[in-house]
């Protein structure tokens, strides 16, 4: 395999990349809300023109898999199941929060928790912790939907008080409130650190990073079957016009 296309969905952003032989060869984000119909599929043919590469070229599709969001999710897996089955090519669901907390591979140390978040409205966030270890990462608290205070309880029990905890993803400020609630009443420096904003976005180079790893360690899923992780009953808010 040397080419693999990724698309994030999974929030806000609208993401596509093109990995190639272990490296991002291109990738574009649009950073707004509901765009993602309109947007994704002109987004792919403009990623790939800028790869210098067609479709036909395309060797996998790695998608966000969730959790995040239910219209966004939607949107992103159709997308990537009609791209790998007109294809005829591999389809690779890389979890949405796994994909953001390797992202930090280059900053967090070994002994480390990473805690990647996305906004679930409300006092919720989805949210997942994993231990940075020498040569891999262990997952400590498992994917989910979690009130903030909750998460923090779980964090703060998950880790053994060594190593710094990073929040990351679009809901990292909110899931670190309570979290330096209990940091704050230790007798040791603060370790609660935030992503800046700049770096916590989710990204379609964090799918296609970990996307390519997990096709190489031979994850694959039927793309007339598979369906995203939403972790969380969809619940629609009425139109204001509505009757």
């Not at 899931?175 to 935030?194: E, F, T, Y």
């Not at 379609?204 to 994850?219: F, I, K, M, N």
């Not at 899923?221 to 969380?232: G, H, I, Q």
Request: proline share 7%; aromatic share 6%; with cysteine.
């Amino acid at each position: 395999m040397n080419t693999l296309l990724a698309l994030e969905t999974a929030d806000t952003a609208c993401g596509v990349a093109v990995w190639h032989n272990d490296a991002c060869r291109a990738a574009a984000h649009i950073h707004r809300p509901r765009v993602h119909a309109a947007r994704l599929t002109p987004l792919i043919q403009e990623t790939l023109a800028h790869a210098d590469l067609s479709a036909d070229q395309v060797d996998a599709v790695a998608v966000s898999a969730g959790p995040g969001s239910y219209t966004g999710l939607r949107i992103g897996m159709s997308t990537a199941k009609g791209f790998a089955m007109a294809q005829n090519l591999p389809l690779i669901p890389v979890p949405t929060l796994e994909a953001a907390a390797y992202a930090l591979a280059p900053w967090a140390s070994p002994g480390d928790l990473v805690v990647p978040t996305i906004d679930a409205r409300r006092n919720d966030v989805f949210a997942a912790a994993y231990l940075r270890t020498a040569g891999s990462w262990s997952p400590l608290v498992d994917a989910g939907p979690y009130d903030i205070a909750a998460l923090a309880n779980a964090v703060w029990d998950a880790t053994a008080g060594e190593g710094i905890i990073w929040c990351t993803g679009p809901g990292a400020e909110k899931a670190a409130a309570p979290l330096r609630s209990h940091d704050a009443a230790q007798p040791v420096a603060p370790k609660i650190h935030v992503v800046p904003a700049s770096h916590r976005a989710l990204s379609a180079r964090h799918v296609a990073q970990r996307g390519w790893t997990l096709a190489h360690e031979g994850v694959r899923a039927d793309a007339r079957t598979v369906e995203p992780a939403y972790l969380k009953a969809f619940h629609g808010t009425p139109s204001a016009k509505s009757v």
